[in-house]
């Protein structure tokens, strides 16, 4: 037999086994493969370690590779993520660091990611895909610690400064006036309950009085009804007045128009005739016989005489 044969299949065997039993370990086959995301945390990442594990919606779905501050600015703190291969990381998903229960472990945990938003993509600049985060809960909670304690320190502030020794005085002098006052009141206490009793009697005589008056209030109305319809009365006839009128007028720009040529004319006629009969009067006046004498001639004159000679 030969013994080197048979020690070289031993080797060969025994690093088979080696080599099987490491891919196995490794994950073989059925290795993982994962893509690499940026995270940058505006606070504390206490409690938080490298390999923690980064859950979406509560399955896990990664680890923290790597976790180091920003040498620009050491209030953030950059997160590496090794994130499986397929997990919908899309454009709105959003990282959240949150604590494990009552240990105390962190891990990131992933949510949002919507049906239609695109996956996420590395922008220009960038090598790898940033993913955004927001407040955790205890960032969130210590935020509105601070502002409460703020306030309740301004509050503290103001009552300090309204408590001062001045307003302790002045309302100390304004509690023995109020003192002063109830003793002034309890020591007249007949004189207003007498006063209390006649304001009494007089608001009762005023709901009398008021009583009286709703009839008064009638009457007064429905007179106020009669003088609107006596008002609405008038109105009518002052526009039937105002209908008749218009039609009056109508009928003096017509009787204007046609007979007033015609009664100028009869008065131009009227003073031909009255100058005609003044003339005659006239005449009357300096020969009455005239008229039934006729007219005379008229004697020549001296030159007119001498012609008629020489003419027969």
Do not use: C, H
Not at 86 to 100: F, M, N, S
Not at 147 to 168: M, R
Not at 206 to 225: E, H, Y
Request: glycine share 10%; net charge neutral.
């Amino acid at each position: 037999m030969n013994y080197a044969v048979i020690g070289a299949f031993v080797l060969v065997l025994g690093a088979v086994l080696v080599a099987s039993v490491l891919w196995l370990a490794s994950g073989g086959a059925f290795q993982k493969k994962y893509d690499l995301y940026l995270a940058i945390m505006n606070e504390s990442v206490a409690g938080l370690n490298l390999n923690a594990p980064v859950k979406y919606n509560g399955v896990d779905v990664g680890k923290v590779q790597k976790i180091w501050l920003e040498p620009g600015n050491p209030e953030q703190v950059n997160l590496f993520f090794a994130i499986e291969r397929g997990t919908p990381i899309k454009e709105d998903t959003v990282a959240v660091l949150k604590t494990q229960g009552l240990t105390g472990i962190a891990y990131v945990e992933l949510s949002g990611g919507a049906r239609e938003s695109p996956p996420l993509a590395a922008i220009a600049g960038n090598e790898y895909p940033l993913i955004r985060t927001k407040p955790s809960l205890s960032a969130r909670l210590e935020n509105i610690l601070t502002n409460v304690l703020a306030k309740l320190d301004s509050t503290t502030s103001g009552i300090n400064a309204i408590l001062s020794d001045e307003n302790k005085a002045a309302f100390k002098s304004a509690l023995a006036d109020i003192s002063a006052v109830t003793r002034t009141l309890a020591a007249r206490r007949e004189t207003l309950d007498a006063g209390i009793a006649s304001a009494a009697r007089t608001f009762d005589n005023g709901a009398r009085v008021t009583a009286q008056l709703g009839p008064v209030i009638d009457r007064m109305g429905r007179s106020a009804d009669a003088i609107e319809k006596m008002a609405n009365e008038a109105e009518r006839t002052s526009a039937s007045a105002g209908k008749t009128v218009d039609a009056v007028g109508a009928d003096i720009a017509r009787f204007t128009s046609e007979a007033l040529p015609e009664f100028e004319r009869l008065l131009g006629e009227m003073s031909v005739l009255a100058a005609s009969l003044r003339r005659l009067s006239e005449k009357m006046e300096g020969s009455p016989g005239g008229l039934l004498m006729g007219r005379r001639p008229v004697p020549p004159g001296p030159g007119e005489a001498a012609g008629k000679g020489a003419a027969k």
